[in-house]
């Protein structure tokens, strides 16, 4: 987190439905196109643009601990924990990782956004309690 202040928080950028799915339904892999060597307390932040909202929202934070190349098998045999609806051949071929998080925290406040990539932005978390 070289150039952050200790307030802030990496966050991975995703849409609601599926920021929503690690709070409320136990997700714990995100599928991605690239691997990642992070592996730190990171906040998982729906975007305005991705909600159409006013507002970004910080759903969670959580650990991220390890990330390995997607197999078919994995796929199959780990369907509770990413929860996609959809086949693995009906992935886009270019995703092939998964992402492991865990300790996920619920937060659910509204945060601002500092500039960032499409992927990982930084929030300013010295406000919230706990973070």
Not at 68 to 88: G, I, M, Q, W
Request: with cysteine.
């Amino acid at each position: 987190m070289s150039g952050q202040s200790m307030s802030d928080l990496r966050c991975l950028l995703m849409h609601e439905y599926y920021a929503d799915l690690f709070i409320h339904a136990g997700k714990c892999w995100d599928i991605r196109s690239t691997p990642t060597n992070i592996r730190e307390k990171v906040g998982i932040l729906a975007t305005k643009q991705m909600m159409h909202r006013k507002d970004n929202i910080l759903y969670c934070t959580a650990d991220l601990v390890d990330c390995f190349p997607l197999t078919r098998e994995l796929f199959d045999a780990n369907r509770r924990k990413h929860l996609l609806c959809v086949s693995y051949d009906e992935l886009p071929p270019n995703y092939r990782y998964v992402w492991v998080f865990n300790n996920i925290r619920p937060v659910g406040e509204v945060v601002k956004k500092k500039p960032g990539s499409r992927v990982w932005c930084t929030v300013d978390v010295s406000h919230l309690q706990g973070i």
